[in-house]
């Protein structure tokens, strides 16, 4: 699978914004999505995930309420809506893929295949 993440930029803390990932290659509803996010000198670490079918997803316990996942298998696109943005939201932000399972994995050596981030950052 082939990812391509879009949408970063920057934003006024409060403020929103919306990432795009763009799938190609496989067939994409058979796949687990994640976002994943990385500051300078941190380690990647998870926002979310959702299911193959869309029907389960996971939060960060730092993004959830303020962030939504979500994607389209018509499009072959996942989506991260992120509203109330906050300084410590900045980073690069990364689109992942895993083959869909009964487990929604919050660690990246779960996921095979990784879009080339897109920068967020938010001032205060």
């Known amino acids: 699978v082939q990812l391509q993440a879009s949408g970063g930029g920057l934003a006024q803390a409060g403020g929103s914004l919306r990432l795009s990932c763009a799938a190609s290659?496989?067939?994409?509803?058979?796949?687990?999505m994640g976002w994943f996010r990385q500051a300078p000198g941190k380690e990647r670490e998870f926002v979310a995930a959702i299911s193959w079918s869309g029907g389960r997803n996971a939060y960060a316990t730092s993004v959830k309420g303020r962030f939504t996942i979500s994607r389209d298998n018509a499009k072959n696109t996942l989506y991260l809506q992120m509203n109330s943005l906050k300084p410590e939201d900045t980073a690069v932000y990364y689109c992942?893929?895993?083959?869909?399972?009964?487990?929604?994995?919050?660690?990246?050596?779960?996921?095979?295949?990784w879009g080339q981030g897109t920068q967020v950052t938010v001032s205060s």
């Open positions: 992942a893929s895993k083959w869909g399972s009964q487990t929604l994995d919050v660690v990246p050596e779960k996921y095979n295949y």
């Open positions: 290659g496989r067939t994409f509803s058979n796949y687990d």
